[in-house]
């Protein structure tokens, strides 16, 4: 049973290993809100996973300790599991999927876990961890859907209120529910006109859909580059904690979480990951009513692998307007590209990258296409440039 006694003795024991996040103010992600960021992505193992973790292994009895612990995680679960466990001085085993970064496996192994790698995807590894959990009589730590892990997160909702007590909304990333389970849980017990909303990946809606048709649903397939929320099936827990106690859950798309990690890298020098960045997201694209709020986005992770943080930003700066590629039809003569040159100088476009084409099916025989990549400052900015090279004469092909 959750209580709210639960949620402050997890505090209490998390003292020992937890370091102190900050609430900083965020102004240019809404300037409609008052926004502020929870930067859970500078936890210890950079994610808020060690809290739920670690609490609920405290929680063991000695025997329980003595014959040590399974997980099953991609990811920040796993590391989590492995740095209670070396806190406790108990054994850890995680599964992982072949496929887990070589990063996240090693970080995991870093704290002393043993690694199970397993052919195949998360299923294949969590069917592993049971496996092993049965045949050597292991602890199996749950990820999200156990009420000891839940009161760990919740403990994030304790520390928000006594860091922002004019906090009038909060947003949550939301994958199997157990960082929103707790932190509505605290929050709303303390203080219930406050206002929860919920954010998921649109590739990874389960908790959505769940709530949509009042019954538990596993999604057939889940895609997003928030892979610490991409998952197919929420908890029963969780299931009915959000619907108790979280106002709202949205979802935002792949394009949206990757200008809010580039936004997070500008404005406030914070690097987070896919599904630390979905609370910013919503926030930055009025996917949550917050205008006049005092609102705290929780960044819930920062743990982004560094082999896809460029596609990243690449797709960061195409959906906020701060790239554009342009391809121009010119007539194949002398002092046509000086001509281009001359406008996006005039206008301050940054070239990038250009490509001339003589030959092309699409183009008459005496015409050849230019591909120009520039840097912008925003959509405006885009279309200020175009509309200079149109009024310059020259045909842009690709509206």
């Known amino acids: ?38 930067t859970e992505n500078l936890q210890v193992t950079g994610s808020f996973k060690v809290r739920g ?17 399974v997980a ?19 054994k850890a085993v995680i599964c992982l999927p072949d496929g887990a970064p070589i990063s996240k496996v090693e970080a995991t192994r870093s704290y002393g876990a043993e690694i199970c790698l397993v052919e195949g995807v998360y299923d294949d590894a969590h069917n592993k961890a049971i496996q092993l959990r049965d045949e050597k009589n292991y602890t199996f730590i749950h ?32 994958g199997g529910g157990g960082l929103i389970s ?4 605290a929050m709303k017990s303390l203080k219930p006109d406050l206002k929860v909303y919920g954010v998921q990946a649109s590739g990874a809606p389960s908790m959505v859909e769940s709530i949509a048709e009042d019954k538990i649903k596993c999604l057939d397939s889940v895609a997003t ?19 108790k106690y979280v106002d709202e859950i949205v979802t935002v798309t792949d394009d949206e979480v990757s200008s809010a990690i580039l936004a997070l890298i500008e404005q406030h020098k914070l690097i987070a990951e896919g599904a630390g960045a979905v609370s910013v997201a919503a926030v930055m694209f009025d996917k949550v009513p917050v205008e006049g709020k005092n609102v705290v986005c929780l960044v819930s992770g920062g743990n982004i692998d560094v082999t896809i943080l460029s596609r990243v930003i690449k797709r960061g700066l195409l959906k906020s307007g701060r790239s554009d590629t342009l391809t121009i039809q010119l007539e194949d003569k002398p002092g046509q590209l000086m001509g281009v040159s001359k406008v996006l100088a005039k206008l301050g476009g940054n070239v990038v990258s250009i490509h001339h084409e003589r030959a ?9 296409l230019l591909r120009i990549v520039l840097e912008t400052r925003n959509y405006e900015h885009i279309k200020q440039i175009r509309q200079g090279l149109i009024d310059a004469g020259f045909n842009i092909v690709n509206k």
């Open 53 to 69: 973790a670690y609490y609920k292994i405290s929680q063991l009895s000695e025997e329980e300790k003595a014959h040590g612990v």
């Open 143 to 174: 990820p999200f859907d156990d009420e000891n892990v839940i009161a760990g997160q919740g403990t994030i909702g304790l520390e928000l209120l006594e860091q922002l007590p004019g906090v009038d909304a909060v947003v949550v990333p939301v």
């Open 1 to 38: 049973m959750l209580t709210l006694d639960k949620v402050y003795h997890a505090k209490h024991v998390l003292k020992e290993v937890l370091r102190p996040t900050q609430v900083i103010n965020a102004p240019l992600i809404n300037p409609k809100a008052n926004v502020f960021l929870k």
């Open 360 to 368: 092309s099916e699409d183009s008459d025989i005496t015409d050849c």
């Open 182 to 185: 707790g932190v509505a849980f």
């Open 225 to 243: 580059i928030a892979d610490g929320i991409k998952v197919k099936e929420p908890g029963e827990h969780t299931f009915e904690y959000c619907k």
């Open 72 to 90: 099953c995680s991609a990811g920040n679960h796993a590391q989590g599991v492995a740095l209670a466990a070396q806190k406790s001085g108990i």
